[in-house]
């Protein structure tokens, strides 16, 4: 039996899950407010959050004091149930599992277990199959054995795969017992183990997001593959929020719609696919293999013809764009640079911000929309950006209520707009 001593945390508040690493490299820890056997109630979370996010927007306004920002555009949170993901440890104590958090840093014991029954940070749709897959799988030697974490991602509409990850191979035993789960649950499973992947239906899920156009029409709506293991935004409706910012903010700069758009880090096609309806042609670029196909499939579900993608990364886009390295998987796509008279450049890095070269290239663009996880490394690279262009805009989006981390997003302007198009090989 689990000891029913160890805390139950019932609303613990966010695993302090580093927000743009992929699923798989980002293991779920406990933290935070919010955290053991009490619910709080719907008052304090919001009177809670509301202090917690006016204490993020003062510490980046604090950080950024040393270059000149305009007013911070802040986007709240719904303080709850706002993530789409979210990964447990399976705890085992005799026969009896639970889903289980441990603190960074921490050794997984019994004295360090944070028992979780539900989970609020994630979507409602999780915490309602949460004590159900537990029941199911409770009750199924095979499915429990040397079970060692689940992995949930869901959409708004409650579409919702679950990656079994065990510490054995897995069999056909394994699977018949999953294929009736899944049915009997209504998901998608995929059971992981050592150098072992079985899908059981399918490895992606399908968001729909609605972007919110300029003021005064209607949001429009985008679909997005999201396969299994990607990067993908965790909280949906600020990624909404978000993508709709960027595009208001290309509009609103009164960028020529007949100008190209570069996008470096463009994952599959999130901020990509909207902004296209606001350029003559995107060409994107991505290191991950599983995104660049996931964006592949986005642009034809979304019939955007002006969208193009390579495999690339940031690194190997500058070597190709300074005309350094000449690369096949561009040739192969009839992809020349030359062609292109891009205007605006969108970057959407992970954590370590961009690389000294990049930097460079992106000094050359007129427009930069720059969207951030990490606000250290973003101060960091506007330091450098702001030598040739001024900081137009800024946001907090609140993608990770709760926790250390803020989410922002940037539009800078070149102060002496190169004459015909700086960009233009
Ligand atoms: C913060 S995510 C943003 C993805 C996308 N813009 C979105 O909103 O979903 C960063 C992306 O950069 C990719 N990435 C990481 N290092 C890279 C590099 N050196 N060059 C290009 N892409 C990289 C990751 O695979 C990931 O998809």
Known sequence: MIPRNLAAVTHASTPSQAPSESPSQAPAKASAPHEGPAVASETSVAADYDRQLDAKHEALKALFAGLDIPAIEVFASAPQHYRMRAEFRIWHEDDAICYAMFSPGQKASSATLQRVEQFAPACEAINALMPRLLAATSADPVLRRRWYQVEFLATLSGEMLVTMVYHRPLDDAWEAAARQLQATLGIHVIGRSRGQKRVLSQDFVTERLEIPGPAGTPAAPFLYRQPEGAFT?????????????????????????????????????????????????????????????????????????????????????????????????????????????????????????????????????????????????????????????????????????????????????????????????
């Not at 709709?244 to 758009?261: M, N, Y």
């Not at 969207?371 to 330091?383: E, F, G, K, Q, V």
Request: aromatic share 6%.
């Open 233 to 425: 935004q965790p909280n949906a409706r600020m990624c909404e929020r978000m993508i709709g910012w960027a595009c208001e903010a290309v509009q609103q700069a009164g960028i020529s719609p007949a100008s190209d758009l570069l996008e470096l880090y463009c994952g599959n096609g999130n901020f990509t696919l909207p902004l296209s309806r606001h350029f003559r042609q995107v060409l994107a670029t991505e290191v991950s293999k599983t995104s660049v196909q996931a964006a592949q499939w986005n642009i034809q579900a979304n019939a955007r013809p002006n969208v193009r993608i390579a495999r690339l990364s940031a690194e190997e886009y500058t070597q190709a764009m300074q005309g350094e390295r000449s690369f096949r998987r561009l040739r192969e796509q009839e992809i020349s640079l030359a062609e292109h008279d891009f205007s605006t450049v969108l970057v959407d890095p992970p954590r370590a911000g961009v690389d000294d070269a990049t930097l460079a290239l992106l000094q050359r663009f007129p427009n930069i929309v720059y969207i951030s996880c990490n606000p250290h490394t973003l101060c960091a690279n506007l330091d450098t950006l702001c030598q040739t262009h001024t900081i137009e805009r800024m946001a907090l989006f609140d993608q990770f209520p709760f926790t250390p981390h803020t989410e922002c997003g940037v539009l800078l302007r070149q102060r002496l707009p190169a004459s015909g198009t700086g960009t233009r090989r």
